[in-house]
């Protein structure tokens, strides 16, 4: 691939138009997108603007609204559908790329920053969530918003990159809480380290009066109304979410997920998945670019350049951070993505993009394969809708075979994208109200059950499969009466 301004340009708007392609086509999956999908619908029909809900009449603590406001607008301004949720992940993942692209062509030069973006976009995890409904893309914004205006303002001194800062701060307490903080604290306290008196200097030059004032205007009035009206919501966010998640392997406070227990360090595999396939390929390009020069020189490089320093801490705090925490997931590490991809852009394009014009087909290779793959994986999922757990087609299927709205019920538990795809409540049955129906009078519906649950029932009942998805199998039920305790 020809280092040229139009062959990038055409590479990053084939990374959007393959996202803009999967967005609109791939069905919500369980448990997450769904989950955040069907919470922010509720928010936009409920018009209620302070409590997310995890279901109808039952509050989400789990996480603070921003991601949540986003869609539910999303579902004001186009309506329901797989496409207007996910939106919102892909808007606010192009304004991170913008501020990258800034910062980099401040720093450099134009191609370094559209390559930045480039290799930001291509990245299997940022690909993936920048049209995913959940709230890790606002968070990586947040983070990146807070970090970039901080080196801009060392590079610069305008005051409003410093207010920007705090801008960034307060939004990442509405994106994803108290951890926002924590990752800009812990990634600046690292890199003062090196020069303490220098650096903490640096720091003090930022508004922090008036932009501290401006995160706790920004943040702070949401979370006191989501306790006034919800009371506990600050002891489970605050204490149970940021501290026993990740501290208590065995923590069994969560009331909306599960426990992912991972063994230790489990998070550089995972950072190594969601790089892919630029993360490879750096240590190639790394050996190749620094094999001439020794250890001394480029501890020295690091520690003398503030900047480099920083962009380093940044797209390694996370990992770091994480290494000895058991329940983590890969989609922690999407805010470290943007500090790499400047990291690797600045790598590829020195001695004038000497790099890039000698290994074409290993950077075409890395442009094009998770878009392309993504594509492939779309018509595979087209074909054999199964493969994924989500219940679109199921909840298709019993629309198009209830000529007179027989109801729906499901056996023990629904699942998120039955609730987002019905868009009503949905009625749920134990076993043994089931097993318990009176028979004497006809009746027509239809039940939803896990696959296997069926070996369970022992009234002699007709149930006719309509529909088999990955996890659930719809029965239409005829001449029978359902006695349900709801």
């Known amino acids: 691939m020809q280092n040229t301004f139009k062959n990038l340009i055409l590479a990053l708007f084939s990374l959007v138009g393959a996202r803009l392609i999967v967005m609109y086509y791939f069905p919500l999956t369980d448990s997450t997108e769904a989950r955040y999908a069907n919470t922010a619908l509720m928010m936009a029909k409920l018009n209620d603007w ?22 539910a607008l999303s579902y004001k301004f186009l309506g329901i559908s797989d496409f207007t949720p996910r939106l919102p992940s892909l808007f606010i993942s192009l304004a991170t790329a913008w501020l990258m692209y800034h910062f980099v062509k401040t720093l450099t030069n134009t191609k370094s920053a559209l390559w930045s973006v480039v290799i930001y976009f291509g990245m299997l995890l940022s690909f993936q969530l920048s049209g995913a409904v959940l709230t890790d893309p606002f968070l990586a914004f947040s983070t990146t918003l807070s970090l970039v205006a901080f080196m801009l303002f060392t590079l610069k001194g305008k005051r409003s990159w410093g207010y920007l800062f705090f801008i960034g701060l307060g939004l990442g307490l509405l994106a ?141 705090f996370l990992v770091l951070f994480f290494t000895l925490a058991s329940n983590v997931i890969w989609t922690y590490v999407l805010p470290s993505l943007p500090a790499f991809a400047i990291l690797l852009a600045l790598l590829l394009n020195q001695n004038e993009g000497s790099l890039i014009q000698k290994y074409p087909k290993v950077i075409a290779v890395n442009i094009y394969l998770v878009p392309v793959v993504s594509l492939i994986g779309l018509v595979i999922v087209a074909w054999f809708p199964n493969l994924v757990m989500s219940e679109k087609y199921l909840i298709a299927s019993y629309r198009h075979h209830a000529s007179s709205q027989e109801p729906i019920y499901f056996l023990e538990k629904k699942s998120f994208s039955s609730m987002y795809y019905m868009n009503e409540p949905i009625q749920t049955t134990s076993l043994e109200a089931f097993n318990d129906l009176n028979l004497s009078n006809e009746s027509h519906y239809f039940v939803v059950m896990n696959k296997g649950d069926e070996k369970h029932i022992t009234q002699p009942i007709d149930l006719h499969k309509v529909y088999s998805s990955k996890s659930y199998v719809l029965y239409e039920v005829k001449n029978t009466f359902l006695n349900i305790e709801k």
């Not at 809900?53 to 039952?58: I, S, W």
Request: hydrophobic share 50%; proline share 7%.
């Open 50 to 71: 302070i409590s997310p809900y995890y279901d109808y009449g039952v509050p989400f603590w789990g996480k603070p609204p921003l991601s949540f406001w986003a869609e």
């Open 176 to 316: 994803k809480g108290p951890l926002a903080l924590v990752i800009i604290g812990g990634i600046l306290f690292l890199w003062m380290l090196p020069s303490i008196k220098t650096r903490f200097a640096q720091l003090g030059q930022l508004p922090w009066i008036k932009g501290t004032l401006l995160m706790v205007c920004i943040s702070l009035p949401w979370y006191i109304l989501a306790e006034m009206k919800t009371p506990g919501f600050l002891n489970y966010f605050i204490i149970g979410e940021h501290f026993g998640r990740f501290l208590d392997a065995g923590w069994h406070g969560d009331k909306y997920g599960y426990v992912h227990k991972n063994p230790h360090g489990a998070i550089w595999l995972m950072w190594l998945a969601a790089s892919l396939p630029w993360g490879l390929s750096a240590f190639f390009f790394g050996y190749q670019s620094l094999h001439q020069h020794t250890q001394k020189e480029v501890f020295f490089k690091l520690f003398k350049d503030p900047i480099l320093c920083l962009l380093i801490i940044w797209a390694l």
